[in-house]
């Protein structure tokens, strides 16, 4: 499959975004997959931010967004959402999203068991 995040900009701290990932090609196996978002801030190692398991949508999130961030999908369109409420300036960061391909099975947050990373989108957000 390829990945495709948008939706990234310039925000006042309190506001909110949302950013899409666009799922395309071999989309026939996505009830096996997990979606995850990540970001990586200048000079910081790439982080996990959520994850959805696109069978059944359990949903997981890192401790600093969990209660602001939401990730969804649309089984129809084959898209995956990341609803930022309540942005603070520690939210910036390039956002990525990727694919766990045996997700259904696992739950899993590091890096490594993510793969196709779509190229990311910027989110600023200003004090």
């Known amino acids: 499959v390829q990945l495709q995040a948008s939706g990234g900009g310039l925000v006042q701290a309190g506001g909110s975004l949302r950013l899409s990932c666009e799922i395309s090609?071999?989309?026939?196996?996505?009830?096996?997959?997990?979606m995850g978002w990540f970001r990586q801030a200048p000079g910081k190692e790439r982080e996990f931010v959520a994850l959805?398991?696109?069978?059944?949508?359990?949903?997981h999130y890192a401790a600093s967004v969990k209660g602001r961030f939401t990730v969804s999908k649309d089984n129809t369109e084959n898209i995956v959402y990341l609803q930022m409420n309540s942005l603070k300036p520690e939210d910036t960061a390039v956002y990525y999203c990727?694919?766990?391909?045996?997700?259904?099975?696992?739950?899993?947050?590091?890096?490594?068991?993510?793969?196709?990373w779509g190229k990311g989108t910027q989110v600023t957000v200003s004090s």
């Open positions: 990727a694919v766990d391909r045996t997700g259904y099975y696992r739950l899993m947050t590091i890096r490594s068991a993510f793969e196709n």
């Open positions: 959805i398991k696109w069978s059944g949508g359990t949903e």
């Open positions: 090609g071999r989309t026939e196996t996505l009830n096996r997959y997990s």
